[in-house]
């Protein structure tokens, strides 16, 4: 049996409130900080050489007006070049899919 869908309408506001649901929170939650640790655990560490203090992860998760949102950030000056030479966190985007 083939059934033919002309119009789907979308239920805009359903889908902003599950989109920033505190479920999704806790969920992109999860997912950012399987990311920060796989970072954490390649044990980089900054100022210095060799280096003083391990690289710094921040996590924050928020509810933004259209949809929930993680980021994992090198809190550190230094963060960019690390991401640069290593590119950790791009590397460890997979450890997100498994969370």
Do not use: C, F
């Not at 309408?9 to 649901?21: A, K, Q, Y």
């Not at 044990?43 to 280096?51: A, H, K, L, Y």
């Not at 090198?74 to 791009?90: M, N, W, Y």
């Amino acid at each position: 049996m083939t059934i033919k869908v002309e119009r789907v309408r979308v239920n805009r506001r359903g889908m902003r409130d599950l989109l920033r649901s505190e479920g999704m929170q806790e969920m992109l939650g999860r997912k950012a900080l399987a990311v920060a640790d796989v970072v954490e655990a390649a044990g980089i560490r900054v100022e210095g050489v060799p280096g003083r203090i391990a690289l710094p992860v921040t996590v924050t998760v928020l509810a933004g007006s259209e949809r929930a949102r993680a980021r994992v950030v090198l809190d550190h000056p230094s963060g960019l070049a690390v991401e640069a030479k290593h590119g950790i966190l791009t590397s460890s985007i997979d450890a997100a899919r498994d969370a």
